[in-house]
Each structure stands twice: as C-alpha cells, then as structure tokens.
C-alpha cells in the first residue's frame, strides 16, 4: 500500500541546481547557528505554508477555527497576494503547504492556487477533512497538479470519528476519497499523494488498526499516524491516549502531565520555512495560530526584506538562547507523526 517512493521521486523531480544551492545555504547556517549559538541565516525558505481560509466547517475541541477562538482577523486569502508571494519565491521555494488553519477547499479559488503554484514547478500539498471532495472538486483537484493531498480521519466509524471530528460525516470522508481515487485513476495520474492522516486520541486508538486496512481497501497511498498537541495538557485530558507511543505527554507521580520531549534551544523551521497567513502576516510556524509573534507582513513589504528583517533576526536570537522564553514553544514536539 505503502507508495513513498513515488511521491519521493515526484519531490525530487521539483528540485533545480537553484534550489539546491539555497537548499544547502540554508542547511549549512542552520548548523553553523545550532553549534556556534549565534544567529546566522543564509538562503531564502525551503518550504512554505500559505493559510487560504480561516473558515472551517467542523468544530474539533483542540482547533482553534473549530472552537471559534481566534483572537486574529479570519477571512480569505485575496490570489493577488497569493501569486505576488509565489513570484517572488519561486526560483528557490520546493515545498507548498496550503494549509495553516482552516478548511482550504472552503476558499473559492483553491484550486485556482494550487494551480499557479504547480505551474512554477513547486512541490504542493495540502490537508483537508474531505467534505467538499465532490465528484467535480475531486476531478479538479487532480487535474491542478496538487502533488500531496492528506485526509483527516480521526475514526473508522461514525460513532468514533465525531467524538473528534465535531458535526462532521464519516461517509462524508470516504465519499471524497473514493472520488479522488477514482478520477486519479480515470486521468492517469500518479497524483495526488493521498494520506489518510488519523490524529491517535484516547476515543479512537483502538481504531489504529481499521484504518490501515480501511486505506488498503480504498487504495489510499499511505497512513499517518499523528499525535495530538492538548492545550491543557497538565491537569490530564480524556483526549490523550493510553498508548504512550502516540502521546506527547507523561503521566507524573502527582497525577499531572508534563510534555516528553527535550526544550532543546534550535529549530529547524525557523531556518527553512514560515506560515502566511490569509491576510498575509508571516509568522514563524504552526504553532503560532492566532499570530501572536508577527515577524512581517507581506502587504507592505517584500519576502526578502522580512526574511532578513532585525525583527526574525532577534526571534532566532532569542530561540537559540533559550527557547523556553518563546511560550508557544513550550508544548512543541518535533517529529510527531508515525507513518504506516
């Protein structure tokens, strides 16, 4: 089921001697700052998230479209500053993720993006719950060129999958699954890349199983298996799972939660890549959702100048030195999914 390494080679088929060279600019200031502990940053990202929309059609309880809760502006993404961005980027950006918050195929010229990006030659993905995966929307999903395409199925029934997945339809999901799988296979196309991605909660862990053999019958290329980042981790959550592999927080003596992982003073993504919001603020990563920490804003200024700006450069300072002072940073875990 496992087909990786198509999706491996279609990524490297993106890559240009441009590319390279910032690739390698990029990774070797990245190292130079990690072992020196001082900022040092050369090249341009390697990969970018845009946000298309802050709107979602779901109410998940760890989301903060779904809970309603965004203290920032929500709206569309205007393609003017979409392309604008893109054009600046394109010689040296590999990997586009279209998503940040939000449901994507909510903005009306999603795929119109998309579309715009793979004509630039760059890598594109995104993540969807699958509700708006129409017959007609699968089929021009397919013909944009969309290189990753990852379904959100947080369980393998309808009693499970809402116990996260709030007002949101199982049949809804596999419905858009079978019509992309079916109009990759009508237009002969190797891609998207489809990923079941199942969010490991305590109410569907015991699921893990189902869904692998759900992606083999319905010819999805891979399963991913992610953990999930609980707000109000310390007082214990029904939503962390009892299978401590799939859990980003340890059980204490007292009875509370502490985060497992090292607050190691490096990050790799302030190095290679950033978030744009809708509205076109550049923040540092996922983590700052409501954009909190506003490192530049691409109405009013070029990417080159805020990606050099005093602003991010203070921001690596301060994470090299102790990241521990950046409190987004404090229930961050790299390297939190496991594929399947």
Known sequence: ????????????????????????????????????????????????????????????????????????????????????????????????????????????????????????????ATSTNAHYLTDEKARLTVESGLDRLIISIDGTSQEVYEQYRVGGKLEKVLEGTRNIIKWKKALKSSTPHVIFQFLVVRPNEHQIGEVRQLARELGVDEVGLKTAQIYEYEQGSALIPTLDEYSRYRPEADGTYSIKNALVDHCWKMWHSCVITWDGLVVPCCFDKDAHHRLGDMKRQTFRELWRSPEYGTFRETLIRSRSEIEMCKNCTEGTKVWA
């Not at 309880?61 to 893109?86: H, N, V, Y």
Request: charged fraction near 20%; proline fraction near 6%.
């Open 1 to 124: 089921m496992n087909r990786n390494w198509k999706d491996g080679l279609n990524l490297l088929s993106k890559v240009t001697p441009r590319r390279a060279w910032n690739a390698l600019q990029v990774v070797g200031s990245y190292f130079y700052s990690k072992y020196t502990g001082r900022n040092t940053h050369r090249g341009m990202p390697i990969a970018i998230s845009f946000e298309p929309t802050t709107s979602c059609n779901l109410r998940c309880p760890e989301c903060p479209s779904g809970l309603r809760s965004f203290t920032r502006p929500t709206g569309m993404m205007e393609a003017d500053l979409f392309r604008k961005t893109i054009d600046e980027l394109a010689d040296t950006l590999l990997y586009l993720i279209f998503y940040f918050q939000g449901e994507p195929y909510l903005h009306p010229k999603f795929l119109e993006l998309v579309g715009y990006a793979h004509q630039k030659g760059i890598y594109t």
